[in-house]
């Protein structure tokens, strides 16, 4: 494990942060981030990003999350922040398959071992990494709770449009052209192409603000829209999931009512039938909950880490 870059001048996290390269199991170099508190330590959240997002964007998560004791860890999953793209494209999401993620989890376990990072362990993950989490957990995820922020169990896509969807990422993937660019995305990120006014993301002016400014000050950490291969990928592990039933492990679940990414519908139906599951909805709130108007995040920061402190 050497040092690996972070970018402190745009995270605006605790002054403890650091990163370091890890090899996953396949070769792959992941970056993770790391984040200490201060003061005694309650234990150790492992922070599961959504696709296309970086560490540095958990800077304020990770303040408070410090704050009440909790050690951060945040990997940058393969393809995407600083960890390695294997894509001749660098700004194409892509994997061949979602159990790729697997091996990456595996690493930032052996890390926090080797580390000795404080027990207990707990998850917190967003969108994309919300698939990633339910996997990992229904593998044996060694944490005691998990909270999700509008987990990706299903894509919000109107019923007509679904199955089409789903037929043409597999047929263009099995022919061939999985390495195109998923329709109605682009190759520029997200919050450099698209206005604030109607973005899907966040109804806070500042907090868009500053996720411009990051993909501005730091291009290498920015990425565009997913491959074909990647949505089929996605498509087989959200249905393969739905066909299983929810772990054990105690779940708190945010859900903004104003959702236009992650399918609302899948989430509820996870939900209800999750035994130590709870869902809270955020009024208004668009996709990123943790990046949404001051109050949600506050409310959400301050759920989170109670909810861990409860199932210590």
């Not at 494990?1 to 002054?15: K, L, R, S």
């Not at 690493?107 to 404080?118: I, K, M, S, Y």
């Not at 047929?171 to 390495?179: A, D, K, N, T």
Request: with cysteine; proline share 7%; charged share 20%.
């Amino acid at each position: 494990m050497t040092a690996a870059p972070f970018y402190a001048d745009i995270a605006q996290g605790p002054e403890s942060g650091r990163a370091v390269w890890l090899a996953a199991g396949d070769g792959t170099k992941l970056r993770v981030a790391h984040w200490a508190p201060f003061g005694a330590a309650r234990g150790t959240v492992l922070l599961f990003q959504g696709r296309s997002e970086y560490a540095e964007k958990y800077g304020p998560a990770a303040v408070a999350l410090t704050g009440a004791g909790w050690h951060v860890l945040a990997p940058d999953w393969r393809g995407q922040g600083l960890s390695q793209r294997r894509h001749p494209d660098p700004m194409l999401g892509h994997v061949e398959d979602f159990d790729e993620y697997q091996q990456d989890v595996t690493a930032v376990l052996d890390f926090a071992r080797a580390e000795g990072l404080p027990e207990p362990w707990h998850l917190l993950s967003h969108s994309m990494g919300g698939c990633i989490a339910l996997r990992a957990l229904l593998r044996g995820l060694p944490v005691k709770s998990a909270v999700f922020s509008a987990p990706m169990w299903g894509i919000r896509l109107f019923p007509t449009v679904e199955p089409v969807a789903v037929t043409l990422s597999r047929v263009l993937h099995e022919r061939g052209h999985g390495h195109l660019l998923t329709p109605t995305t682009t190759r520029q990120t997200y919050v450099l192409h698209a206005k604030f006014r109607g973005n899907m993301l966040t109804r806070d002016p500042a907090i868009w603000s500053w996720m411009r400014q990051q993909a501005t000050a730091h291009p290498d950490l920015a990425l565009g829209g997913p491959s074909l291969t990647w949505l089929h990928a996605a498509f087989r592990e959200m249905q393969a999931l739905q066909a299983l039933p929810a772990p054990a492990t105690p779940a708190l679940t945010a859900l903004g009512t104003s959702e236009r990414i992650i399918s609302p519908r899948a989430v509820r139906r996870r939900m209800a039938a999750w035994p130590q599951g709870r869902l809270e909805l955020f009024a208004k709130a668009e996709h990123e909950v943790m990046m949404e108007l001051p109050a949600h995040r506050g409310r959400f920061l301050a759920e989170t880490s109670a909810f861990f402190a409860a199932q210590s």
